[in-house]
């Protein structure tokens, strides 16, 4: 039974409740609200490999796991949680443990190298739930690197959509999935809403894998996790940018954060390594804010908010599970039909590949965490002064940011903006150039391969690109046709 409190106005009436309440969970001597991190305990999730026949995984990997070593299990992951006063997207303090005992109970995707490719570093993606399922946007971008590279990844679901559309997709598999309270009184209504158990189940299943025991059982057999980096895409980004802020530094669970489009504000207090990679699809949204020390804002020209590659990646999950509903409940086809109908212009997204940047930040993270070696510094839009919107060249390409060759290189006509209404407003547009059109901007292939090299070489030179990323761009430019 979760352990009952008084609402909200009655306890920040009495911190002394409060007080005592932490007394009991930590079972220590009492502690001020501003408690430092080490000395709050994070419970691990217990994890139980899901087997149910003739079921399959929501979300499996796009892409062909087998040809890189490694493996894919689902789990269920459960506990008891806790809520936290504070914890919200205002706040840039420290939140505070309300009550605990909230049993939850839901899933979690593990993909694992062969211990002898394993970097070290486990990547945990806060899944996505704006078109009514769980996706791993951010994955989406990066995974080519990922996978590369040797990390461990886990998907989590830790927000009530996600896990409400998995229990109809299959509710063999997920229908005793939870991450409701079951006990809400109407004077805790305000309490209940918002996914509030959802930093303690991202926390806690995060603490399992970390821990990842079990032997040949283990969620990770074979691997030993020494850091890991929360990594989340637009609403999910929001969701980890109040972790940062108010839960993380209550428990340092987590080693790093990389944001995909955007984190907003983050405290400057927290020796943390986090670094936001921003589009320009929604700069003006959004608007700009500070870094500091252990934060970092980089900005990338041309970006929309999912790339044409990262939304290929969603696309083949979305097909082949038909996870993307209507609002008359029938099956979308997938990612890309769902935005469609909103756009002014087809086809829709940049082919600006802003998953470069995305895994140069992983990278410069992991690095960050490792060594100390700050990431490159933040680069942002250039703005306007007094309206604080980005500034533009007379072409209208925005100015400042990271520009990579796709951007100032192209070779196809394309925007980061397409109409107004949401969500092809943030996604863009592009239309490959004809022949002719190539030619007469570069004039010959040569001289467009040495304006790649020389874009691609900087943006390396500078920190925002990785080598091997860079190198497989020219080496594409070169096999190209353009301009011949």
Not at 103 to 123: C, H, K, M, W
Not at 135 to 154: K, M, Q, T, V
Not at 314 to 336: A, Y
Not at 443 to 449: E, M, S, T
């Amino acid at each position: 039974m979760p352990i009952m409190y008084k609402k909200t106005s009655d306890l920040n009436a009495n911190k002394m409740t409060r007080l005592l309440f932490l007394v009991a969970l930590i079972g220590t001597t009492i502690l001020s609200l501003s408690a430092k991190a080490q000395d709050l305990p994070m419970p691990a999730a217990i994890l139980t490999e899901v087997n149910i026949p003739s079921t399959s995984i929501m979300a499996a990997a796009p892409v062909n796991l087998t040809s890189t070593d490694y493996t894919e299990r689902e789990f269920y992951a459960e506990g008891q949680a806790r809520r936290h006063t504070g914890a919200d997207s205002a706040s840039l303090e420290s939140a505070t443990v309300l009550d605990d005992g909230w049993d939850y109970r839901t899933r979690v995707v593990v993909r694992a190298p062969q211990p002898s490719e394993f970097n070290g570093t486990l990547i945990v993606e806060w899944t996505n739930v704006t078109i009514g399922v769980g996706l791993e946007f951010a994955i989406a971008e990066a995974y080519e690197y990922l996978l590369r590279e040797g990390y461990a990844i886990a998907i989590v679901s830790a927000q009530r959509v996600g896990v409400e559309r998995s229990k109809t997709w299959s509710p063999e598999r997920y229908g005793n999935l939870s991450v409701d309270m079951n006990i809400c009184g109407d004077d805790e209504a305000s309490l209940c809403q918002g996914d509030p158990l959802s930093f303690d189940i991202f926390s806690q299943i995060t603490q399992a894998l970390k821990d990842n025991v079990g032997g040949a059982n283990a969620p990770l057999p074979g691997l030993n996790v020494e850091d890991a980096i929360a990594i989340g895409q637009s609403q999910s980004a929001g969701r980890l940018r109040v972790y940062y802020n108010t839960i993380q530094p209550l428990y340092h669970v987590m080693d790093g954060f990389v944001y995909w489009d955007r984190s907003n504000q983050l405290r400057n207090d927290q020796p943390v390594p986090a670094l936001s990679v921003n589009s320009e699809a929604t700069a003006d949204a959004f608007g700009t804010w500070s870094t500091a020390e252990y934060t970092r804002a980089w900005d990338v020209a041309g970006a929309t908010h999912a790339s044409l590659y990262g939304s290929q990646y969603v696309d083949d999950i979305t097909v082949w599970d038909q996870s993307i509903l209507s609002r008359d409940g029938t099956p979308i086809t997938s990612f890309t039909e769902w935005i469609e109908p909103s756009c002014e212009m087809l086809p829709v997204f940049s082919t600006v590949d802003s998953g470069l940047v995305l895994s140069r930040a992983i990278d410069a993270v992991r690095n960050w965490i490792r060594t100390g070696e700050p990431a490159a510094p933040s680069r942002r839009f250039e703005r306007d002064p007094i309206t604080g919107m980005v500034l533009r060249d007379v072409d209208g390409k925005v100015m400042g940011g990271i520009r990579l060759a796709q951007f100032d290189a192209p070779t196809a006509e394309q925007g980061a903006i397409n109409g107004s209404a949401f969500p092809c407003s943030v996604s863009g547009y592009h239309r490959y150039y004809t022949d002719e059109e190539l030619r007469g901007i570069y004039g010959y292939h040569d001289n467009y391969v040495a304006q790649v090299r020389v874009i691609m070489q900087q943006a390396v030179k500078d920190g925002y690109v990785l080598q091997h990323d860079a190198i497989a761009s020219i080496r594409e430019a070169v096999r190209s046709d353009v301009a011949k």
